[in-house]
């Protein structure tokens, strides 16, 4: 792979640069010889006031702006792409083309048409170094995956849409990556992270991947030249729509659960929503479910026992467990048995006469939460770790 250092000025990077707000597409330079966003490079993060400004202040205060890489596509014609470099790059030619302010040496933002002569000669005349290189597709991929001058590591969704760029991908973005896009508030209700940065897309894919036994690399490898996106949206938004029927009052706690998962345990089952509202309802006031992102699944699963621990029901104070331990032990060494109630008639364990310490012992419900037992002093009972640990029901 054959490399070289070269220099360009911003007046030249930025000749015929064009920007489209509706996801930074259409990005060129170099009079359109420059492609400043290809396929597979991560979406625009730097317009956020501070890092694409301190790119601009950089300049000013005449400080380098790191190292630039292109890959050369046509040597004849010196058709270039970027492979690192593209988020600084965008930030220099938005504020040329007067996107964004800064705040100048009194406090006062200013756009690049308000800046001092001497300060537009000062950036246009910024020389960036940049390395040019040439070399098989698998090689400049994997050099992409590896060089991280930006300072913000790709993650790993945004690796995998470099390694498997094509035309599947590309629509994929369009869709899943784009800011825009009016289903992004909708999307947000069951998903983590930013669109920017490939999160929603990566849970698509790890959704329908995971429903068909594979890795999202084997999926994004089996679909890379695919030219539509019918199968993936289809099951996204099967998920989607189940959930929001299912559960028809949007909870902050469903924001990132498994829906996925959720989807293919529990989707052939019948579910009445305005039931599941009342139950809702009834487990979030209730002051012993700790856990409320638990809560969904615990309905889902018919409020089964075994599914109780998903809610992490509050524990007993330990004032109270400790209280209730000396009661009982008084009360057992008074009467020659054990202060577990459970060993005084288990014959097979053998303990019936042993008085446990209190590290020896837990705090359990009388009457169990999943029958109306609260978590309250009256309701506790101090209990051997063995039969504790034998109890299904909290």
């Not at 220099?92 to 001092?116: H, Y």
């Not at 009661?327 to 008074?334: A, I, L």
Request: hydrophobic share 30%.
């Amino acid at each position: 792979m054959k490399t070289e250092l070269v220099q360009y000025t911003v007046s030249e990077l930025v000749k015929g640069f064009q920007y489209n707000e509706y996801e930074g597409k259409g990005l060129f330079g170099l009079s359109g010889r420059l492609t400043i966003q290809p396929e597979y490079q991560r979406n625009y993060i730097y317009a956020d006031g501070k890092r694409d400004v301190a790119v601009i202040q950089s300049m000013l205060k005449g400080y380098p702006t790191g190292l630039y890489y292109f890959n050369v596509i046509d040597a004849n014609q010196h058709i270039l792409e970027i492979l690192d470099g593209q988020q600084r790059v965008t930030s220099i030619g938005r504020f040329v083309t007067g996107k964004f302010a800064i705040k100048d040496i009194n406090g006062n933002e200013t756009t690049f048409s308000g800046l001092s002569l001497d300060q537009q000669d000062l950036i246009l005349n910024t020389k960036l170094l940049v390395y040019e290189t040439n070399g098989l597709e698998s090689e400049i991929k994997e050099w992409f995956k590896t060089i991280n001058i930006s300072g913000i590591p790709l993650n790993q969704q945004e690796i995998r849409n470099a390694i498997y760029s094509g035309p599947f991908i590309t629509k994929a973005k369009e869709e899943f990556s784009n800011s825009q896009n009016a289903n992004i508030q909708k999307w947000s209700a069951y998903i983590k992270g930013s669109p920017l940065r490939q999160e929603i897309l990566e849970e698509a894919l790890n959704w329908i991947s995971t429903s068909q036994n594979i890795s999202i690399d084997e999926y994004m490898s089996t679909h890379r030249k695919d030219d539509n996106l019918n199968e993936l949206k289809m099951y996204f938004n099967a998920v989607i729509d189940w959930a929001s029927i299912v559960f028809p009052v949007v909870e902050r706690e469903m924001r990132g659960l498994e829906w996925g998962r959720l989807y293919e345990t529990y989707h052939k089952q019948s579910y009445n929503p305005q039931t599941v509202s009342t139950e809702l309802s009834k487990l979030y006031e209730d002051a012993d479910v700790s856990k409320k992102s638990g809560v969904f699944e615990y309905i889902l699963s018919g409020q089964k026992p075994k599914f109780i621990k998903l809610l992490s029901i509050r524990a007993f104070s330990e004032t109270d467990k400790r209280t209730i331990y000396k009661q009982q032990t008084t009360v057992s060494q008074s009467a020659g048995v054990s202060n577990c109630s459970y060993c005084v008639n288990d014959t097979e364990y053998n303990h019936m006469t042993h008085i446990w310490t209190f590290k020896e012992m837990e705090g359990d419900h009388i009457t169990p939460w999943s029958k109306g037992g609260k978590t309250e002093i009256a309701n506790l009972q101090m209990l051997c770790k063995h039969h504790n640990g034998m109890k299904t029901n909290n």
